[in-house]
């Protein structure tokens, strides 16, 4: 079995910046390709960012792409969010995940973090 464990979120105001982690347990031997969603209130849970497992492959949603960096210390059994230039509507709690079949499809993953929430005021 493998566990998530996400941190680092928090109230930042529009423009700031958090950095989040996710720390992996577990089969630490075995490095699962990993990503990150979000679910706003009200809303369902979308895909963010994906990296593989020796991070030379990262895919962003066209939301965030050119505000949010995500990459990984295997040495450490984290992958990380780097989330600049934060606006109101990335307000949501953010979850990792481990170990996909479809790297966009979040049904297709085995592993999942409870969640960090991250609120931007304006």
């Known amino acids: 079995q493998v566990q998530l464990v996400e941190s680092g979120g928090g109230l930042v105001q529009a423009g700031g910046s958090l950095r989040l982690s996710c720390a992996t347990s577990?089969?630490?031997?075995?490095?699962?390709?990993m990503g990150w969603f979000r679910q706003a209130p009200g809303k369902e849970r979308e895909f963010v960012a994906f990296?593989?497992?020796?991070?030379?492959?990262?895919q962003y949603a066209d939301s965030v792409k050119g505000r949010f960096t995500i990459s990984r210390d295997n040495a450490k059994n984290t992958v990380y969010l780097q989330m600049n230039s934060l606006k109101p509507e990335d307000t949501a709690a953010y979850y990792c995940?481990?170990?996909?079949?479809?790297?966009?499809?979040?049904?297709?993953?085995?592993?999942w973090g409870q969640g960090t929430q991250v609120t931007v005021s304006s």
């Open positions: 995940a481990a170990r996909p079949k479809l790297r966009f499809d979040q049904t297709t993953y085995s592993y």
């Open positions: 577990g089969r630490t031997g075995t490095i699962y390709p």
């Open positions: 990296i593989n497992w020796d991070g030379g492959n990262k």
